[in-house]
Structure formats: C-alpha cells, structure tokens
C-alpha cells in the first residue's frame, strides 16, 4: 500500500479527455514536486512529466501534468490507442524518507 | 543521444551472489546521478537508491538499505547493483536510471531495458 494514492484503473474512448489522480499528503506531494512516467506494456518505464507540470522534449502535449495542495493530476487529451499503459506518480517522502511511486494505474483505450 | 544499456536475465540460486551492470552512453557519466528501481513482476515500482559517480555520494532507500549495494566504475562509464546473498524475494526486473537532480526533488529522465533476475531453487 503507497503512500501516494492512485486509482488501479482508468478508461476512456479515442479522442477523449482523461485524468489520473494521484493523491499523497503534506510530507509529500505537499512538500515536493511530483513526477509522472508512462510504462508501456513490457516496456521500461518512461518520464512523462517532471516537477508537476513540466513536458520533457519529445513528449507530445496532450500529455499535462498539475498540483494543488497535497494532490496531483495527469491528464491526457486527444486519447490515443498507443497512450494504454500503466502510469505512475512519484514524489519524496519525508516521513519515509525515502522517493514514493503510486501503485499505477492501467489506462485502457476502449 | 543517451542510452543505458543493461546486462541480460540472470537465474540463481538462494544464497547466491549476483551483480549486474548498466552502462551508459551519450553523456558525462560521472556528471549524472545513477540509480535503480525495482519492479516484481505484475506490482508497481520501487526506488532503491542512486549514486553520484563524480564522488561515489550514494543515497539508498530504507527498504534497501543494507541488502544491496550501488557502485559504479567512471572509467567504463558502468553502473553496478549487487547483491551478497540472494532471496527468492529478489525475483523482479530492475532497472537503470540517469537521475536528475537529488533524491528529494529528482527523477528518472533516462532508463534501461530492465534486467530479469529471477531467484529460484
């Protein structure tokens, strides 16, 4: 059980918007930049988004990433078959001291 | 253009002792943070540690504090994990990382392929 908070599942048809949430507390998403990666089915995972909303290059910007108070969120525009993978959050943790993953949430494009 | 490029699966035994590699290329090896992160087959990821090859600075998880150990050799721009004595729990794949910036505020832009390392008797 992490301390940061995702749901298992999300789905959503071609072209629709989608949001994952990712929820901590003030020891960390409250404290720390959140991070995003993308790990596609047998795939080593990939940086999606990096300190809360920035887009590394080469991501596209249907991808975006945003914070507020002990919470984050990733949302996906324009969904695309190729987007159905796992997604992960992460942050420091003071308490555990120690960089936390969410338990992942499975995107399915239906 | 970055790559980390891992060594391949390994089989072994409980008790056994292992050690695998990640090297890198495409950038200033010891001007980088390097790490590992752990995920068992199925379940999520896990953040083991990271190392400062310019001073050999290495910052380890609580979880992994002590049952592994992070090296790296700047002359063939390496990274290493290793273990003294494997656990059937060890069974995962890890992965390589360039990691940017600290363990607090950092992340990892660049990975591996992954290596499968699987514990059996």
């Known amino acids: 059980q992490s301390v940061l908070t995702q749901p298992p599942s999300a789905s959503g048809t071609p072209g629709q918007r989608v949001t994952i949430s990712c929820f901590g507390s003030s020891s960390n998403i409250g404290s720390y930049p959140v991070h995003w990666y993308q790990q596609l089915p047998g795939t080593a995972p990939k940086l999606l988004i990096y300190?809360?909303?920035q887009r590394p290059s080469g991501v596209p910007d249907r991808f975006s990433g945003s914070k507020s108070g002990a919470s984050a969120s990733l949302a996906i525009s324009g969904l695309q078959s190729e987007d159905e993978a796992d997604y992960y959050c992460?942050?420091?943790?003071?308490?555990?001291?120690?960089?936390?993953f969410g338990g992942g949430t499975k995107l399915t494009v239906l | 253009e970055v790559q980390l490029v891992q060594s391949g699966a390994e089989v072994k035994k409980p008790g056994e002792s292992l050690k695998i590699s990640c090297k890198v290329s495409?950038?200033?090896?010891?001007?980088?943070?390097i790490g590992w992160v752990r995920q068992v087959p199925g379940k999520g990821l896990e953040w083991m540690g990271i190392?400062?090859?310019?001073?050999?600075?290495?910052r380890y998880s609580p979880s992994f504090q002590g049952q592994v150990t992070i090296s790296a050799d700047k002359s063939i721009s390496t990274a290493y994990l290793q273990w003294s004595s494997l656990k059937a729990s060890d069974t995962a794949i890890y992965y390589c990382g360039r990691h940017k910036g600290s363990s607090k505020m950092g992340y990892f832009e660049y990975w591996g392929q992954g290596t499968l390392v699987t514990v059996s008797s």
């Open positions: 495409g950038y200033i090896f010891s001007s980088y943070w």
């Open positions: 190392l400062y090859p310019g001073n050999s600075d290495t």
């Open positions: 300190s809360n909303d």
């Open positions: 992460s942050a420091w943790d003071d308490n555990l001291n120690d960089q936390v």
